[in-house]
């Protein structure tokens, strides 16, 4: 029963945490003692616990930014023994996207990449729920964003990959479908970059055709809906070239998204920092510089007694601003969702 309340009591304390970090935090006032404590909840969770630490280790990341290479070491030592041994899918998806998002981010050695991009392959199998396997296609592409052209497009590396992708074609769920295809025209635009043909080429347009006409009365009409969505503009790369070209205002800014790296990189961030795009792309240079906004000189203050104090005049005009935003925010959307990237 105690141990319940703890787990119970910490819980509400990430989750109040999380809220937090949503804000935007400079750097210099995310303490080590509050990193050391995030850590500690995710040596032996529940599955709230490993939910919401791996995520506040995420966003985290996003804060410090790039040539962090002691926190990613002491993040992969507590994510990557539940990535390999939980049985929980929860924790799976959550620490296998925290991981690959950290790494991204934060790590700076190439051996590190290489590392993740072998543990996510090993997701990459048609019977792995589909929670599991997207999560871990998601991370893959991330990762390998980082990674040249020059070495995406490699006969090694595209002799095995693709293969892999292609078989998840066939996955039943059609989350699984689409990040295997995003990752087959994430490479293809490598390759067309470097001039190197991608292994099967014909064999894949046919397919993805198929898919971007899908009929089938074995799926939902809302899983069809999605999938010839995907697989058009997927097709659209691969047969004419054609790279992704959405653009949308956040704020006072225009975010451009121009090719499928950067869709990896954009969807990753979305998911992470959810409510807390909009606040970090306005504070937080590490993720401007990622999305490749020019550097903002906002300062963002955040008095931390009330971010807890829902009777706080911050917290209520925080509040107000939110609800200023939504309806912009919904438009945006909309119009990201219409050019068929989610």
């Not at 939980?86 to 590190?112: D, H, M, P, W, Y």
């Not at 995406?152 to 074609?169: G, T």
């Not at 451009?256 to 790296?261: D, H």
Request: one cysteine or more.
């Amino acid at each position: 029963m105690h141990s319940l309340l703890r787990t119970t009591t910490r819980v509400a304390a990430l989750e109040k945490l999380t809220a937090y970090l949503q804000q935007y935090l400079a750097p210099e006032d995310v303490s080590e003692s509050f990193v050391d404590n995030v850590l500690g909840c995710l040596r032996k969770p529940s599955e709230g616990e490993a939910v919401l630490g791996s995520r506040i280790l995420a966003i985290m990341a996003i804060i410090f930014g790039e040539d962090e290479e002691r926190y990613f070491q002491r993040s992969k030592n507590v994510l990557k023994p539940l990535i390999k041994t939980a049985r929980n899918a929860k924790i799976k998806v959550s620490t296998i996207r925290a991981l690959g998002l950290i790494c991204f981010v934060c790590s700076v050695e190439e051996e590190n990449t290489e590392e993740l991009l072998g543990l996510f392959e090993t997701f990459f199998n048609p019977k792995i729920i589909g929670d599991i396997c997207k999560a871990a296609l998601d991370s893959w592409g991330l990762v390998a964003s980082s990674l040249s052209d020059e070495i995406l497009a490699s006969d090694e590396l595209l002799e095995r990959l693709v293969p892999k992708f292609l078989a998840l074609l066939d996955h039943k769920d059609v989350d699984v479908r689409s990040a295997a295809g995003e990752n087959v025209a994430f490479l293809y635009e490598s390759a067309q970059n470097c001039g190197v043909p991608l292994p099967y080429s014909e064999e894949i347009l046919a397919r993805f055709l198929e898919m971007s006409k899908d009929s089938s009365k074995k799926n939902s009409k809302k899983d069809r809906k999605t999938q010839r969505v995907v697989f058009r503009d997927i097709h659209s790369t691969l047969a004419s070239g054609e790279t992704p070209h959405v653009s949308f205002s956040v704020k006072s800014d225009v975010l451009e998204i121009s090719s499928w790296k950067s869709v990896k990189q954009f969807e990753a961030m979305k998911e992470c920092l959810q409510t807390g795009l909009q606040e970090h792309i306005k504070y937080n240079n590490i993720l401007r510089a990622i999305l490749d906004l020019p550097e903002t000189l906002e300062d963002r203050k955040v008095d931390r007694s009330d971010v807890f104090n829902k009777k706080s005049a911050s917290r209520k005009q925080r509040s107000n601003e939110l609800k200023g935003d939504r309806k912009r925010k919904q438009h945006m959307q909309d119009a990201f969702y219409d050019n068929g990237f989610y």
